[in-house]
């Protein structure tokens, strides 16, 4: 097979990955660090970035890549709200989010992974449809 777009890890020559994966529905979640570049600095110390990878486990599709900031991050861990003390039981809706991916998304420290613990209804035919 020919590595072709979509089908590589596009990490630089020096990128680890230093943590598991996180899998939610098909989608695997991991964190990279980059090292800083002493060339570029003048200083002794250079700080490196973190990101954090979202890709499809069936065809290895980059869903996400997102710049967590100048941390060493860890595995991304799930969380899911608690309803809000002044809401009905029918009305919460059990998102999963990731958390420890530093400032996340819009700076919330957390990424919305656009999954949820509702169970989905599966249908099926039996028999012959009249």
């Known amino acids: 097979m020919s590595a072709t777009k979509g089908w590589f890890l596009p990490l630089r020559p020096t990128e680890k990955a230093l943590s598991a994966p996180t899998l939610i529905n098909g989608v695997a979640y991991f964190t990279t660090f980059l090292p800083g570049e002493l060339a570029s600095?003048?200083?002794?110390?250079?700080a490196g970035q973190g990101f954090l990878y979202a890709f499809t486990l069936q065809d290895g599709r980059l869903l996400k890549r997102t710049v967590i900031g100048s941390v060493l991050p860890d595995t991304p861990q799930i969380v899911v709200?608690?309803?809000?003390?002044?809401?009905?039981?029918?009305?919460?809706?059990?998102?999963?989010?990731?958390?420890?991916?530093?400032?996340g998304e819009d700076g919330k420290g957390t990424i919305d992974t656009q999954q949820s613990l509702i169970p989905k209804g599966i249908y099926y035919l039996y028999g012959e449809r009249e």
């Open 81 to 103: 709200p608690p309803p809000d003390d002044n809401s009905e039981d029918d009305d919460w809706s059990p998102d999963l989010f990731l958390i420890g991916v530093g400032a």
């Open 41 to 46: 600095t003048n200083t002794c110390v250079a």
